[in-house]
């Protein structure tokens, strides 16, 4: 992710404004469990709605250049 919210490749699709953790592992080539993990150990901050858990777009790129700096969030 480069700092923005990524665009839908569909001109008229809706902006997304929280991934689920399988969109967000795919989207910065991570594995869904080394992200569960660190949202378990809260360097990954989520949105929870019922049983589902989401991450806002803007969370994951600050967590991403956390990980680049070698500091977590």
């Known amino acids: 992710m480069n700092g923005s919210i990524e665009r839908p ?9 929280a991934l689920s953790v399988a969109e967000a592992a795919k989207a910065c080539g991570l594995s869904e469990r080394m992200l569960r993990s660190y949202i378990a150990r ?6 929870r709605a019922g049983r ?3 991450i806002r777009p803007e969370r994951l790129d600050q967590f991403l250049h ?3 700096a070698g500091v977590s969030s």
């Open 42 to 47: 809260g360097e990954l901050k989520v949105v």
């Open 52 to 54: 589902r858990t989401l």
């Open 9 to 17: 490749a569909e001109p008229n699709a809706p902006v997304k404004l």
């Open 66 to 68: 956390s990980l680049e």
